[in-house]
């Protein structure tokens, strides 16, 4: 019988991010990081298998991703140069640290050292695998058809964890913000401070997102660790919205001056960027028929904003 001060062990990529950091923050399990500070490469397969082959935590929640979506498409000729050769020089690429290096190569090397360990992993995917062609909004039965490199790379990590054998969930995040972070800024920081600043903000209204309140998606993780859940979902919040209508949400939260919201197009906005889904709205049902409840961005906002002033939540 378990001791009643137990604690649970979590190996963990990505734990100093937007959101992985927010998980030690919030929950009282003992994480064990994989990264560079800790010794660790997730590219380089020896120091992974040696990390998760000395550690007792049974879960890997791998969150550790090459995410800027611009910077990846970048990479998509490198990274096709290499997967056309018969034999490409695998040490050459791995220090380019590429899209395909991280996002597939990386998730591949945490994969093996936890089938060596049996070891269960959650594996932290996108709403980017998605072509965001699908108005009415994305079930996790939906058929994956990335547009961009960033989505092929996070796709391709998805088909790896599905054929692996292990016990196994994959969680999609999509647009995730938070209270405070000093190292990246959320969309929901950028447009705050653009406002407060008395600045112009220039937001889409021809996409669609569903942004997801960070200490949202830490619970849910939470959840399915202890129900050891398996297969996918969509953790993500409640409220498909457009760029456009989320500032004006954070300006009336804030009670900030709406007149510094311009409207613009995702054509003008991403002209010469990568091709991105427009219409990236998920649905959350399946996390939500397990008791998981998810906010929709107002009600992220308002948690933040009692966050940022100090006051308890209801």
């Known amino acids: 019988m378990s001791s009643p001060f137990f604690i649970m062990k979590i190996l963990f990529t990505g734990s100093s991010g ?3 950091s927010r998980f030690s923050e919030l929950l009282g399990y003992e994480f064990e990081d994989i990264n560079r500070k800790a010794g660790v490469d997730i590219t380089d397969a020896g120091s ?8 007792d ?18 990479d998509k000729e490198i990274d096709q140069n290499y997967l056309n050769q018969k034999k490409p020089d695998m040490d050459k690429w791995i220090k380019q640290q590429s899209a395909w290096v991280i996002n597939v190569i990386g998730t591949q090397n945490v994969i093996e050292a936890c089938k060596k360990n049996n070891k269960k992993i959650i594996y932290v995917s996108t709403d980017f695998v998605f072509d965001g062609t699908k108005e009415g909004g994305y079930s996790e ?4 058809n990335p547009v ?22 994959i969680a999609r995040l999509a647009y995730p913000y938070r209270a405070k972070f ?14 407060q600043n008395k600045q112009a903000v220039y937001m889409i209204t ?6 997801t309140f960070a ?8 959840k399915l660790i202890k129900n050891n859940s398996a297969g996918i979902y969509n953790v993500v919040g409640s409220q498909f919205i457009s760029p456009f209508d989320g500032a004006v949400i954070i300006a009336d939260k804030f009670e900030l001056d709406k007149n510094l919201i311009f409207k613009t197009t995702r054509e003008e906005y991403f002209k010469n960027k990568a091709p991105r889904p427009f219409f990236l709205g998920l649905k959350n049902d399946k996390i939500g028929k397990l008791g998981i409840k998810m906010r929709g961005f107002e009600e992220g906002i308002e948690e933040i904003k009692k966050q940022l002033t100090g006051k308890k939540a209801e």
């Not at 935590?57 to 970048?74: N, P």
């Not at 021809?206 to 942004?211: E, G, K, S, V």
């Not at 200490?215 to 939470?222: L, P, T």
Request: charged share 35%; glycine share 4%; with cysteine.
């Open 206 to 211: 021809d996409h669609i997102m569903t942004p």
């Open 57 to 74: 935590a049974e879960i890997v929640l791998h969150m550790a991703a090459k995410t800027d979506v611009d910077l990846c498409e970048k």
């Open 182 to 195: 000093d190292t990246k800024k959320d969309f929901f920081r950028v447009v705050l401070e653009r406002l």
């Open 148 to 169: 961009n490199w960033y989505g092929k790379t996070k796709y391709e990590g998805e088909q790896l964890i599905k054929k692996s054998g292990l016990n196994w969930a």
């Open 48 to 55: 992974v298998f040696r990390k998760i082959n000395s550690s």
């Open 215 to 222: 200490d949202d998606f830490v619970y849910a993780i939470d």
């Open 141 to 144: 039965d939906d058929k994956e």
């Open 18 to 20: 937007l959101v992985g």
